[in-house]
């Protein structure tokens, strides 16, 4: 069964810090796996993009990272700033079916 | 550039009372998508269309049922709604196939409370 798992649930940390948020997906083959940010009562807002080919991304403070062997993702951010406290989901495209497939999110608060 | 947008953004209903929420989006995309976001759990797609007059079931549809009559117009419709449809209604267009590219632009979320 395609899956994505994100840990971990939820993490906080002090303004200024660096963090990492992780994501365990059994999707195969995929095509593309995405981070997006969805901040409290919005909509999700993509971060990155990344292809089985890829192996880092970045955009700003935040860097993606891709094992497509292990089947792992990771989100860096670094030098944490009160406006990243949000919710955090990875998602994976299944293009067998046609499908995007949702982890849970990781909430993320940011502390002063 | 408003992007997309729900209407309305919080309703209340009480069991078996129908509605609809409309998403509008300016951006010209074909495929467009209804999801709900309940807590702990990944978004889930309800229904989702591949162009204008088309439509087709995701996930979890039973309850719902939805209309692409213009291209920049989706609705979702409760026909009855129960308790189990508490919930953040989340709607989504895309340039082409999320599948393919996976980038979905959503709304700003209708929050539903059914009593």
């Known amino acids: 069964k395609n899956q994505v798992e994100q840990s971990p649930q939820s993490l906080i940390i002090l303004e200024g810090k660096n963090c990492t948020l992780q994501?365990?997906?059994?999707?195969?083959?995929?095509?593309?796996l995405r981070w997006y940010k969805q901040d409290t009562g919005r909509g999700p807002v993509s971060l990155t993009i990344?292809?089985?080919?890829?192996n880092t991304k970045s955009n700003g403070r935040y860097t993606a990272t891709l094992d497509a062997d292990t089947k792992q993702s990771s989100l860096h951010i670094t030098a944490s700033q009160l406006s990243d406290s949000a919710s955090y989901i990875c998602?994976?495209?299944?293009?067998?079916?046609?499908?995007?497939?949702f982890g849970q999110g990781t909430e993320l608060s940011v502390k002063p | 550039n408003a992007g997309v947008t729900q209407t309305p953004k919080f309703r209340v209903l009480k069991t078996g009372q129908s509605m609809t929420l409309l998403c509008a989006q300016d951006?010209?995309?074909?495929?467009m998508y209804w999801y709900r976001q309940d807590p702990g759990m990944g978004l889930r797609l309800i229904h989702y269309?591949?162009?204008?007059?088309?439509?087709a079931k995701g996930e979890v549809p039973d309850g719902y049922n939805v209309s692409r009559l213009k291209k920049q117009n989706f609705l979702l419709g409760l026909e009855s709604a129960a308790p189990s449809q508490t919930s953040v209604y989340f709607c989504?267009?895309?340039?082409?196939?999320?599948?393919?590219?996976?980038?979905?632009?959503f709304g700003e979320g209708s929050r539903l409370t059914v009593l």
């Open positions: 990344m292809t089985f080919s890829e």
């Open positions: 951006m010209n995309h074909e495929y």
């Open positions: 994501c365990n997906y059994t999707v195969s083959p995929f095509s593309n």
């Open positions: 269309s591949v162009g204008e007059g088309t439509t």
């Open positions: 998602v994976v495209s299944a293009p067998q079916g046609g499908k995007l497939i």
């Open positions: 989504a267009s895309s340039r082409v196939s999320g599948a393919n590219t996976g980038e979905l632009f």
